[in-house]
């Protein structure tokens, strides 16, 4: 029996409990019982499964407890119980010793196959991970049904306000049950698995599309029952119906298709449900182009930084400049909005920030040095920078390096998404304060919590996006003008310089000056220039002003 025990591969687990509960009968053993923890600190927190294979009630004496660590980490632990009045002579010890080896051998072996399953096929929260999902696509293109299901890739909308207005806790439940809603309309159909954070990864039959996008556009959700509280959760999702003739084509196009579908989905101005197409494969192939194209052309000088004047509205003169990279490729100026969302989904962004940066810091070194009236120039910096602690130190070499006084320089940080982390934002523009260089937050009142922003985190400019300026046919009394008159204050009440972006009339420049806002920036004055032809501005000095 003890080989038979040790040999176990071919029997299953009913069959090898029947022959242990055979020998504990034979030695009078009470109850054995067998633990498994993926690892020690796993133990001490009693994250693990307890088995009790054989329990006739008759004992509690513990006679034999083993421990087992294994070489990947699990701890396995098996102790066999007796009668008060039953007991073991040395042989019969010896025996016992050899049967519970064999039960931690059994159950060390199929707990670790599961505990290796769910280390590759899922995350730390028990979601099934993206190895579960190309295990699966790859199942059904071996099985030959792949054409007739969807796949998609979708991102809960906002879910870090979410998190905000309810708790992580909370967060985290209500994450789970929108889970577990989308996978019981899949069921048995299909899979659903997390990319990781607010993102996931689905396929499913193609029937069950409709009743996925209803569920996509948004649905309350409860997360606490006693208390019905209830949140609306919804997502932008791009899906890509598989079509019949897929047949082997590498799986890694699926991946493609519904990433340029979601990238699509989540610009306001598209929608949140985005089909793959042929106009989306025509964008995807001209992304595929850009990215191929950016390294060369960096290095090649393809790019060049224009300069778009910032002017005083009550005396005309040029007090400032937003530096903006144009790409000229074979005599035609490419359009920014074709490259920089682009560029802004690696950090590939950060590269040509930097070459503008440097750029910059060039001409105003040549500028100062031949006193055409330099002024203070401001660079964008993307979000992808936040995540680099050395930004700061990257900066400065450059500025540095180009030997230009910190104070001619200002970097402009946008407000526009909602998954900012304020902890490095904050890092980064006080890093730049206390170096002298000038910070601004680009597109106030675009993004979701733009007074929190600047109630948390030090400022020295504030530009207010276009969509605040009345146009000529907005009053006094119009909705946009009290924002933009409030707005206005409230920058000079906390000390802020305030830029005005878009300033294209004489209407304009009219209620910029009844509302003590000095500065603009716009088509009024003109489009960004050439270096050469900003040079020229700079030194006749003055923009004529309407009366």
Known sequence: MIDASTTIGPFSRETF????????????????????????????????????DHDNGRGEKEVLKKRVNSRTGAVIIGTLYMAEEDSLDEEELEKVDLILRALLSFVGRNRMIGAIEQLGFYDDAMYPNFRSFSRYLEKLQDTGVIGGYTAVRYNLKSFSVVNQDIGRANGDVAMKRYFDLVKSIIDEDGIVCRMGGDNFIAVFKDELTRSIVEVMRGIPIVYDKEQRRRVTISASIGLYNIPADFGQRDLREVLDCISAAETVAKSAEAGSVIFYDQMLKKRKEDMMRI????PAALGNGEFEVYYQPKVNVVTGQIVGAEALC??????RIIPPMEFIPVLEQSTEICDLDFFVLDRVCKDLAHWLKSHDHAVRCSVNLSRKHLIDADLLEHVLEIIDRNGVPHEYLEMELTETTTDVKFMDL???????????IHTAVDDFGMGYSSLNLIREISWDVLKIDRGFVPLDEEGTDSITYKMFRHVVSMAKDIDLEC???????????????ENNCEIAQGFYFDKPLPREEFEKRLQAGKYPLPE
Request: proline residues 3%; contains cysteine.
């Open 17 to 52: 409990v029947q022959i242990l509960k055979e020998i504990c009968e034979l030695f009078h053993i009470a109850k054995g019982v067998t633990e498994f923890y993926r690892s020690p600190g796993r133990e001490k927190a009693g994250e693990g499964d307890i088995l009790i």
């Open 291 to 294: 990215r191929h194209l950016f």
């Open 426 to 436: 904050r890092r980064v523009a006080q890093g730049m304060r206390d170096e002298g």
């Open 326 to 331: 144009r790409w000229i490729r074979d005599g």
């Open 499 to 513: 830029i005005i972006e878009g300033v294209e009339t004489p209407y304009q420049i009219k209620l910029l000056r």
